[in-house]
């Protein structure tokens, strides 16, 4: 056998074994990559505590992996509470929706140029029995046919989210406390694999790419959902607490906030209170505009020197492909191939 046959039986062997793992735990791959986001986007703050406890990693490890499950598992639990309130009203109104039909309420007919043509697809879609479950396109929408149905079916999703989560941060945990050797086995591959010079270029990218994401569309994305929560609480919006904590994940994602201030409006709308339901078009119609337009790409571009284009063909691609997950995978992808780009022109036009 030859040093080239015995090269390529090699590589194949170790592709098999890569793809045998990836088939295994392709369950656990979602998890993985957010506590590898986490792990990523924290790394600084995880160093500090770790300088503080006198370089314990697994106490640093524990007391920062602690500190992300509070932020994260606070909001949630706060939500949770909120929603059990309004749980079995809301099911009950779901169900009969799908069942029965629902009405269009009395304000669609009154919406200007559009009100006619609003309504009449309002009563042939969700007017109609089962409306619901072909607008969704979902077959088991079809199948909620009572309020416990509903809850029966969120539950077990919300069950399922919950593990998901809960092993998000057990692998959060080993991945500071063991990510300094994690990262040197990284390097390690990659300089063998396309050569140290190039390995380092493209993995200095990949940490200030995910943190840049991270303050750009997490930490706007939740002060926009501050900033109106507010304005509902001001506007006298029932629940406003839940609305806010509802904008705020939505805001994360480019144009979801409207969906979100867009919806309390029309509830404002509907219950009468005009003022109040274009008050909060206005304040969120600002926000929006402010954070959108000067915060995120300010955040991002800036720090990972991409164009405002390419941050959110990054942003949109990746939640088409991946989902939420695709909000981070999407700028760091995007990032490397704005890397690769200017790497190969300057292989073809080398400066004299």
Not at 32 to 49: D, K
Request: glycine share 10%.
């Amino acid at each position: 056998m030859t040093d080239n046959q015995r090269a390529v039986l090699s590589a194949c062997f170790s592709l098999a074994l890569v793809l045998a793992a990836l088939f295994v735990t392709q369950r656990f791959l979602l998890p993985l990559l957010w506590a590898a986001i986490l792990c990523i986007a924290t790394w600084p703050l995880y160093g500090r505590v770790l300088r503080a406890l006198g370089g314990r990693p697994i106490a640093a490890a524990a007391l920062s992996t602690a500190f992300m499950a509070l932020v994260f598992v606070a909001p949630l639990v706060l939500g949770l509470v909120q929603a059990m309130h309004q749980a079995p009203a809301l099911a009950r109104f779901i169900a009969g929706a799908n069942t029965d039909g629902l009405p269009p309420p009395g304000w669609v007919a009154h919406i200007p140029f559009a009100g006619a043509a609003v309504q009449e697809w309002w009563l042939a879609t969700l007017g109609q029995p089962h409306g619901l479950a072909h607008l969704l396109h979902d077959g088991q929408v079809a199948h909620l046919q009572s309020a416990s149905e509903v809850l029966k079916r969120a539950g077990s999703g919300l069950l399922h989210r919950l593990i998901d989560l809960a092993f998000a941060l057990l692998c959060l945990f080993f991945f500071y406390k063991d990510g300094a050797a994690l990262q040197r086995q990284v390097n390690a591959i990659g300089a063998h694999l396309i050569g140290a010079q190039r390995w380092t270029l493209y993995a200095l990218k990949v940490p200030v790419a995910v943190r840049a994401t991270v303050n750009g569309l997490v930490l706007v994305g939740l002060a926009e959902g501050v900033l109106l929560g507010v304005g509902y609480q001001l506007a006298g919006v029932p629940s406003a607490v839940l609305w806010a904590a509802a904008t705020g994940v939505l805001a994360i994602i480019p144009f979801g906030a409207p969906l979100a201030f867009g919806a309390v409006a029309l509830l404002l709308l509907a219950r009468g209170a005009t003022v109040a339901a274009l008050a909060v078009a206005a304040w969120g119609a600002a926000i929006l505009f402010v954070a959108d337009h000067f915060v995120r790409p300010s955040m991002i571009g800036n720090a990972t020197k991409l164009p405002f284009l390419a941050v959110l063909v990054g942003i949109l691609g990746g939640v088409e492909t991946l989902g939420l997950v695709g909000l981070f995978v999407g700028p760091v992808v995007m990032t490397l191939f704005v890397t690769l780009w200017h790497e190969e022109r300057r292989l073809r036009h080398p400066p004299p």
